[in-house]
Every structure is written in C-alpha cells, then in structure tokens.
C-alpha cells in the first residue's frame, strides 16, 4: 500500500505564498524510482500539471503557468516533495494533488493525469483577490 499525504493548503491573499508538502510511505514504494510531482484541480476544469521532479535536480519542470513563481523540492532520505509557492494569483486556486509516477520527469509533464500511479488525498489552495 502506498500513501501520498499531503499538508499545507489554505487561504491566502493574491502576492502571497503557501508551502505544501507531501510524505510518500509504503512497504513496496522505492521513492528514488518515482518521479514526484503536484497537480491541480480547480473546479469545472480538468487535472492539470503543475510541476514534476525526478531523482535528480536537473530533472525539474513546471507548467508554464507557474515558471518562476512555484518550486518543487524533494527529500530522497525523508520520502517528501514540496510546492513553494510564491506571488500566488486567484487562478491558482484548486485542490492541489501530490503524485507519484514511474517514468522519467521529462516525459510525465506531458502525460494525461490518469496516467500517474499514485495520488494524495489532496488540499485545497484559494487564494482570494
């Protein structure tokens, strides 16, 4: 069984920032095999990509939508991957999803959503103009 947790979503004012983050745990779950990464859910739409990290930090995108406001971070000896995310705008408002892929960051930004293997539960981020 593996479980993707996440923490950190909230209410926040337009300019301002939010950290979530996300423990991933499970017996047969090798962290250093899986590109991590976010997704997000606003109502209405479908889910979208935000941001992806493989093993390594030169493996790292993002949606064009958040470049050089977001960054993703992991912790290979914790299990965890983190979303900073700064000068927030009230289009970013959805439910934001930790994931877990078995395939190399460059090729999960492109995939559908459905393909990732595993998801948190998920946690809401609004940010109010």
């Known amino acids: 069984q593996v479980q993707l947790v996440e923490s950190g979503g909230g209410l926040v004012q337009a300019g301002g920032s939010l950290r979530l983050s996300c423990a991933a745990s499970?017996?047969?779950?090798?962290?250093?095999?899986?590109?991590m990464g976010w997704l997000r859910q606003a109502p209405g739409k479908e889910r979208e990509f935000v941001a992806a990290?493989?093993?390594?930090?030169?493996?790292?995108y993002y949606a064009e939508s958040v470049k050089g406001r977001f960054t993703i971070s992991r912790d290979n000896a914790k299990n965890t991957v983190s979303l900073q995310m700064n000068s927030l705008k009230p289009e970013d408002t959805a439910v934001y999803y930790c994931?877990?892929?078995?395939?190399?960051?460059?090729?999960?930004?492109?995939?559908?959503?459905?393909?990732?293997?595993?998801w948190g539960q998920g946690t809401q981020v609004t940010v109010s103009s």
């Open positions: 990290r493989g093993w390594g930090s030169d493996s790292t």
């Open positions: 994931a877990a892929i078995r395939k190399a960051a460059v090729v999960a930004r492109t995939l559908e959503a459905k393909r990732w293997d595993y």
């Open positions: 499970g017996r047969t779950f090798t962290f250093g095999m899986y590109t």
